[in-house]
């Protein structure tokens, strides 16, 4: 879960790491407000979980409470990168003397954490790490020991920070590492960390990626996070009925069995979707191992809730759960849905008691329903299906 700049903050400020004072508004008149609090020079900051605000017009700095109203009635509204603007952050000003990045995050690739620091902060690091990747320090960090003082010494210094300032950043980074770990978080960056004309270092702009595992498990605070007006209603009503879906963008539903088998399902709908027009994949939807009618039923309801969807391919290889429990929940679904479902469905079985599945669906000849002998001819009958 991707955290706006302003939770980040505030986050940031739970666990010490220095920050600027913020205040969260929707409205000009609530912007002009809290510069008038704040006093001085402000920066109005667009929240969205994208990069490039300050290219596309996303942050202003403001004079004044008048300059803050203009800039909000400016920066809210706006799209940037497919994101409307609509909340700001006011932000109270900083006389900047150097920009820095830190960043610690979850390192797949070799089972551990890696920090990412430079003393040349500001651009995308993305940028730098291709222009000048030799300004980019990269250093592992062991997950038994984390980033403790000696850690964040050695991280500043790789960074080639000056001696003089290598005492307080490394400070700041161990709280930040406190934050990467106390919330269970895979990210957590600064971009830019900087020191003011007065020298004080200060996080000035952050974003924080939390494991939403761990958020169900360990932190139910975080639920306050979501954002749930932005989320996919179709995302939500599934995450609500305990199911793994995500919303794609084509017109053939998916339902499987393990999520191996439903990323090979969802290549072999796009492929096949190429003699039909084109059709692809409308949803990854992983039913777990305990395929019952109530589960299906869930699955098939929020597939068929996507106006997108014109056929549905269930995919199903019996393990534990035999092909009879399946083809018997299948049924069972299209009982308890009713006249909600109007779209094709084509099954495939296989695995344990598949013969006897087969059996199950061709006794109840449901008329949406057609059944498939393998993979690959499932696949090429819904895409026929969703061209139709």
Avoid: W
Avoid at 29 to 50: D, S, Y
Avoid at 90 to 106: C, K, Q, T
Avoid at 317 to 342: H, P
């Amino acid at each position: 879960m991707d955290l706006y700049e302003y939770q980040a903050r505030d986050l940031f400020e739970s666990y010490g790491v220095p920050v600027l004072a913020g205040i969260v508004a929707d409205t000009p008149e609530e912007v002009k407000a809290a510069a008038e609090k704040l006093g001085g020079v402000v920066v109005v900051k667009a929240q969205v979980k994208t990069g490039g605000r300050g290219k596309a017009g996303g942050v202003k700095v403001a004079k004044n409470p008048d300059e803050a109203y203009e800039a909000a009635k400016a920066i809210l509204g706006l799209d940037i990168k497919g994101h409307i603007v609509k909340r700001v952050m006011v932000a109270a000003g900083a006389r900047i003397a150097e920009e820095f990045y830190f960043s610690v995050l979850l390192d797949r690739a070799n089972r551990s954490y890696l920090s990412l620091c430079s003393v040349e902060g500001g651009m995308e690091i993305e940028q730098l790490a291709v222009e000048k990747p030799e300004a980019l320090a990269r250093i592992e960090v062991n997950p038994l020991t984390g980033i403790d003082k000696a850690k964040a010494v050695e991280i500043a210094k790789a960074a080639n920070f000056p001696e003089d300032l290598v005492e307080k950043v490394s400070d700041v980074f161990v709280r930040l590492y406190e934050v990467y770990k106390g919330e269970d978080a895979t990210l957590v960056e600064v971009n830019p960390l900087v020191r003011t004309e007065d020298g004080d270092i200060i996080a000035l702009d952050g974003k924080v990626t939390l494991d939403e595992n761990a958020s169900e498990i360990r932190h139910p605070g975080h639920e306050a996070l979501a954002d749930k007006d932005s989320e996919n209603p179709l995302e939500a009503k599934a995450k609500a009925s305990g199911l793994n879906y995500v919303k794609l963008d084509g017109q053939v539903g998916i339902i499987g069995n393990g999520a191996g088998l439903v990323m090979s399902t969802l290549d072999v709908v796009a492929y096949a979707g190429e003699n039909h027009g084109g059709v692809k994949p409308a949803n990854f939807l992983d039913i777990g191992g305990g395929a019952s009618a109530t589960v299906m039923a869930a699955g098939l309801d929020v597939i068929l809730g996507d106006e997108q969807v014109k056929s549905v391919f269930v995919n199903v290889f019996g393990g534990i759960t035999s092909c009879v429990a399946v083809a018997d929940g299948i049924v069972k679904a299209l009982e308890i849905l009713g006249d909600a479902a109007t779209k094709p469905l084509v099954v495939r079985l296989d695995g344990n008691q598949v013969e006897e599945g087969r059996q199950i669906l061709a006794a109840a000849n449901h008329p949406l329903v057609t059944l498939a002998a393998t993979m690959d001819e499932g696949a090429d009958k819904a895409a026929e299906l969703a061209n139709a």
